[in-house]
T-cell receptor
């Protein structure tokens, strides 16, 4: 399983763009990159997933360079409600793969 | 679409007692997961079911933890006897299939406190 490394915490202000980078140096050919968000007292919630280049949805964008050894979750114009823990996971797209959660990145958005 | 339902929301027991948690996954989801989340850490997978068969239980402490998924739908996770270190949030998740490109949908968990 590819191991991921993320910053423990990040601070931002409302209205700013936030970029959280995840390192996964030993990512395998069949691995997908998935990001989850978790608020206090709730289960994690799927945000976005990608394999290469750029993926965008209504919530975030995911940038993956050609070597796929890292990925960046981009949150445009954050609000106070984006304060949460963000997890980066890497897993095989085939079979019954197990995703391993790290400690994630605690994002604190201030007014 | 109804989400993953878990009960109870909170449970307080004394050490050496037993406890059970219940999970109802999203309709049609073949894969069901139980995670343990200790305060300040990410969720740790305890067991993964594909329909009613176990796919991965390598991190389940089998001397005290057990889980079943009868008829491939609802699932229960049991701890007997409980230890102080079992204090955590127990999360249930489900997905259409077990592939990692299928998002997992989580319930809000059961917070277990051991006295």
């Amino acid at each position: 399983l590819a191991k991921t490394t993320q910053p423990i915490s990040m601070d931002s202000y409302e209205g700013q763009e936030v970029n959280i980078t995840c390192s996964h140096n030993n990512i395998a050919t069949n691995d997908y990159i998935t990001w989850y968000q978790q608020f206090p007292s709730q289960g994690p919630r799927f945000i976005i997933q990608g394999y290469k280049t750029k993926v965008t949805n209504e919530v975030a964008s995911l940038f993956i360079p050609a070597d796929r050894k890292s990925s960046t979750l981009s949150l445009p114009r954050v609000s106070l409600s984006d304060t949460a823990v963000y997890y980066c996971l890497v897993g095989d797209i085939g079979g019954y793969s197990t995703l391993t959660f790290g400690k994630g990145t605690m994002l604190l958005v201030s007014p | 679409e109804a989400g993953v339902a878990q009960s109870p929301r909170y449970k307080i027991i004394e050490k050496r007692q037993s406890v059970a948690f219940w999970c109802n996954p999203i309709s049609g989801h073949a894969t069901l997961y139980w995670y343990q989340q200790i305060l300040g850490q990410g969720p740790k997978l305890l067991i993964q079911f594909q329909n009613n068969g176990v796919v991965d239980d390598s991190q389940l402490p089998k001397d005290r933890f057990s889980a079943e998924r009868l008829k491939g739908v609802d699932s229960t996770l049991k701890i007997q006897p409980a230890k102080l270190e079992d204090s955590a949030v127990y999360l249930c998740a489900s997905s259409l299939s077990g592939s990692s490109n299928q998002p997992q949908h989580f319930g809000d968990g059961t917070r277990l406190s051991i006295l």
